[in-house]
């Protein structure tokens, strides 16, 4: 029988609390000055009867990533305009040793672990690269969501052919996404060996979103769908469930 995933973690937590002050006391990250290049994205689709212990879990989880020392952004979400319940968590790194840490980790574990009882499936890992961010959100420990409420998945794939201009187009964008003082965290993402990309973006007010959708860089990027991407870009609405920020 499978231990439900909110007890599960409830013990991995109570365990870690005991062993955590002599950790952080004792380990430096030697890569903490470098770039955040590395994330995570993975889908996780619950099934239809266990909506809420998913959304428990995500939240419970923040403890144990705020522990983990290579794992610079964490976010969990749940999108609101699919059939399906899915939720995604995304996160970032300054190394592929942090990004491999995080996977061999407690709430890593603790999910696929109860995968078959809580999930629709497996989750989906999607190694991404970050080529250009805007992160203007703080740490807020008495938040669970560090103020961001909502927010936009948009993948992307581009032509064959159209792979390097795809990636020039994204990086050129962020000027222009520095001046939207609503837009409070926007990654752009490749997926390595792949032609698909993703624009990850949050925003602490629905104003916010509005205002990204109706601005200049939104317009720009769909203005080059037709040359660059194999098709017009979903935007996929979610609504922000916890996040922690170093």
Known sequence: MRIPLTILLAVVLSTYAFVAPLSDDHVVDANADAPVHFSLFVPIVAKSDTVENVTQFLTS????????????????????????????IFDTFRSEEGRVAHL????????FDNADALLDGAPGIKPANILASKVASKPDTGNATAGLTVGLTIPLTAKPGQVNATREVLVSVLPGIEQEALTVDWYAL???????????VFFAIEEGRDAHLNGQVAAALFASAETLLTALPDVVEFEVVAVTIK
């Open 190 to 200: 490749e997926f390595p060996d792949t032609n698909s990309f993703a624009i990850i």
């Open 104 to 111: 061999n980790g407690k709430v890593a574990s603790a999910l």
């Open 61 to 88: 989880a923040v403890p144990l990533v705020e522990a983990e020392l290579k794992t610079v952004q964490w976010y969990a979400v749940k999108y609101t305009n699919f059939s399906t319940p899915t939720f995604a």
